[in-house]
C-alpha cells in the first residue's frame, strides 16, 4: 500500500528525522545559539481537526473527478511555509478547500474551472504542494462561496520523447522522480533537481520559475522550456515548439512565472541532456565569507559554468551540523555526458586558491568527493532541512529561509545590511537573539543568489505574528537595498506586497487586464501575481 503525504510536515507519514537527529538538531541551537525548544508539542491528528463541512457539490459532469475525503482537503489546505507549519500546528483548517479535484486531461480542466465560475467558486492549481511561499495556501477573501483545490496528480506522464533533438513532451502534474524516470530509457535527462525535487512537478516548476540544479549557466527552468500549453477560463494558450524565436513578446516567458493565476499549465516540451558521465567534485574552506564570495565570482566571470558553485557561510553549516562555525564551505562540481571535466576542475580551483581557500576535499582520484569532508556532511544536512521545520514548529522554535539576486558591485554591502537587518527584526519580534546564515544558491557573471536562514526561540501562540514580524523587516530590506523579493521561491501569498513594489507599476496594470482576459471572473489562485 503507497504511503499517505503529510497534511502536518513533509514527505510521507513515517518519514523525517528520527530521535536522535532531532536531539542532535535541538542541541546544536542550544548549545550554538542560545535557541531553546519550549516543551515538545504535537501537531493536530486527522480526527482531531477542526474542517468545516464542504460548501460546494460538484455537478454530475466533474463529480467523477472529486473528492471531498478528510485527509485530501487537509492535505491541500496548505504548502510548506513557515506560516503554514505554525497555522497547521495551531489547527487552523477554517480555509481548508471545500472539494479537491483530478483532472485528467485539460478537457476536464475546462469543465472544471466551467462549474468554479458558475459556483462562485476559487479554484487553487496545485502540484506538489511544496510552496514555500503561501502559493497553494487555500486562502481567498469572502467574494467566493467555496474553494477548489486543483491537484494535476493524474497528468503525470512523459508523453513523448524527440531523441534527435533531445526535448520530451511531459505532463505538468509529473513529479521529479517520475519524470526522471520516464526519461532513463532514452539516456538522456531534465537534469532540473530542485531540493523540493521529490515532491513537486515539472507544471509546478515552470509557473514559479523553479531554481534548480544547476548553480550557473543553466540555472532555472526557464532555460529548460522548449513550449508551453495551458488551460485558461478564455480558452487554450499552446506556443509553438521552436529552439528559438524573435517573434515579438514570448507566449513562453509570459506562461512562465503565472503562478496558477492567469490558467493552469497541462503540459510542456523540455529540453534535455545527456546524462552526466564525467564528474569531479572538491570542497575548500576560506576564513572569511566575503573571500569565499569573492572566490564565486572570479569562478562565475571565467566562463568555465560549473554545475555546482555554493559557498556556505559558518553560521549554515554549524546550525546543519557540518561545521564548528570557523570557516566558509565552498563546494564545486563540474559534470559532462561528453567530455573529461579536469581542466575546468583545474582552473576553478586556481581560482578559489587564488582567494585563499584552502582544499577541504580534492577532487583528483577522488570520484566520491561529494561524501566526504564538510562536503559530506553538508550535503547529507540538505537532504534532511526540509523535514527539520516539523520538529521546530511544536518545540516553538521559528525557522525560515528567503532567497535573493544582487549584482556583485553591490554584494558585499547588501550582505552585510541583510544580515542585521534579520538579526534587528529577529530581536525586535522575539526579545532575544537568533541565528542568522547565509550560503549561494546560485551564481551569474553579473551578481550571486544569496540564500539566507534564520532561526529564533518564538513564543507558543505568538509564533505566526513573530515570524510576520520578521518576514516584513526582512522584505522590506530587500526591496529598499534593490534586491529581488524573490530569486527562485515564486511570489506566493507572502510576496505578494513586495512583488508589487518591485515590478514597474505599468507593468502591473498590464497583467491585471490580461488576468481579466483569461480569466473574467478571477477565480484562478486569487491574491497571486494579481489581486
Known amino acids: 500500500m503507497d504511503k499517505r503525504l503529510k497534511y502536518w510536515g513533509w ?3 513515517g518519514d523525517g528525522l528520527d530521535a536522535g537527529q532531532t536531539r542532535e538538531l535541538l542541541a546544536t541551537f542550544v548549545d550554538g545559539f542560545a535557541i531553546r525548544p519550549t516543551d515538545d508539542g504535537a501537531f493536530p491528528t486527522l480526527d482531531a481537526l477542526d474542517l ?11 463529480a467523477g473527478l472529486c473528492t471531498t475525503d478528510r485527509h485530501e482537503r487537509a492535505l491541500h489546505a496548505f504548502g510548506q511555509s513557515q506560516p503554514d507549519s505554525i497555522r497547521c500546528y495551531m489547527g487552523d483548517f477554517a ?12 478537457l476536464d480542466i475546462a469543465r472544471l474551472m466551467e462549474w468554479c465560475g458558475v459556483a462562485g467558486a476559487a479554484l487553487i492549481p496545485y502540484g506538489g504542494g511544496s510552496s514555500v511561499v503561501g502559493g497553494v495556501t487555500a486562502d481567498v477573501d469572502d467574494g467566493f462561496n467555496g474553494v477548489v483545490a486543483l491537484d494535476m496528480g493524474r497528468m503525470g506522464r512523459v508523453l513523448e520523447i ?17 519524470l526522471e524516470a520516464g526519461l532513463r530509457p532514452s539516456g538522456l535527462t531534465l537534469r532540473h533537481f530542485p531540493q523540493s525535487f521529490e515532491h513537486s512537478t515539472l507544471g509546478g516548476w515552470i509557473a514559479t520559475r523553479s531554481g534548480g540544479h544547476f548553480a550557473t549557466l543553466l540555472t532555472h527552468i526557464d532555460d529548460l522550456v522548449e513550449s508551453v500549453a495551458m488551460t485558461t477560463p478564455a480558452g487554450e494558450i499552446a506556443s ?11 507566449p513562453d516567458r509570459f506562461m512562465i512565472g503565472s503562478e496558477g493565476a492567469l490558467g493552469v499549465i497541462t503540459e510542456a516540451w523540455v529540453r534535455l541532456q545527456g546524462r552526466p558521465v564525467f564528474k569531479a567534485t572538491a570542497g575548500y574552506r576560506f576564513a572569511d565569507f566575503l573571500d569565499a564570495a ?18 556556505v557561510d559558518g553560521v549554515e553549516l554549524q546550525v546543519n551540523g557540518a561545521g564548528d562555525g570557523s570557516f566558509t564551505l565552498m563546494v564545486v562540481s563540474f559534470e559532462s555526458a561528453d567530455h573529461q571535466v579536469d581542466a575546468w576542475m583545474a582552473r576553478a580551483e586556481e581560482c578559489c586558491l587564488d582567494h585563499g581557500g584552502r582544499v577541504d576535499v580534492p577532487w583528483r582520484d577522488n570520484p566520491n568527493a561529494h561524501l566526504e569532508g564538510a562536503v559530506g556532511a553538508w550535503r547529507e544536512a540538505f537532504i534532511r532541512m526540509p523535514y527539520n521545520r516539523e520538529r521546530l514548529t511544536p518545540r516553538g522554535i521559528i525557522s525560515d529561509t528567503f532567497e535573493t539576486s544582487i549584482t556583485w558591485d553591490r554584494f558585499e554591502g547588501f550582505h552585510e545590511t541583510i544580515q542585521e537587518a534579520t538579526a534587528q527584526a529577529i530581536r525586535h519580534a522575539t526579545g532575544r537573539p537568533g541565528a542568522v546564515s547565509c550560503r549561494f544558491s546560485h551564481a551569474y557573471p553579473d551578481g550571486p543568489a544569496p540564500y539566507f536562514a534564520f532561526h529564533a526561540a518564538g513564543r507558543k501562540g505568538a509564533l505566526l505574528g513573530q ?3 520578521i518576514k516584513d523587516a526582512v522584505s522590506e530590506a530587500l526591496i529598499r537595498e534593490g534586491g529581488t523579493i524573490t530569486h527562485h521561491h515564486a511570489v506566493g501569498r507572502d510576496h505578494q506586497k513586495w512583488y508589487e513594489r518591485q515590478r514597474p507599476a505599468l507593468f502591473g496594470e498590464v497583467l491585471a487586464a490580461a488576468k481579466k482576459r483569461l480569466d473574467p471572473l478571477g477565480i484562478l489562485n486569487p491574491g497571486v501575481i494579481v489581486r
Open 11 to 13: 514527505g510521507h507519514e
Open 52 to 62: 468545516p463541512a464542504p460548501r460546494l457539490t460538484p455537478p454530475a459532469s466533474v
Open 95 to 106: 480555509h481548508a478547500p471545500d472539494v479537491v479535484a483530478y483532472p485528467e486531461n485539460a
Open 162 to 178: 524527440d531523441e534527435v533533438s533531445r526535448a520530451a513532451r511531459i505532463q505538468a502534474g509529473a513529479r521529479g522522480p517520475a
Open 240 to 250: 509553438r515548439r521552436l529552439p528559438g524565436s524573435g517573434a515579438g513578446p514570448s
Open 294 to 311: 569573492r572566490a564565486v565570482r572570479a569562478v562565475a566571470q571565467a566562463g568555465l559554468y560549473p554545475a555546482n558553485l555554493r559557498i
Open 467 to 469: 515570524w510576520q514580524a
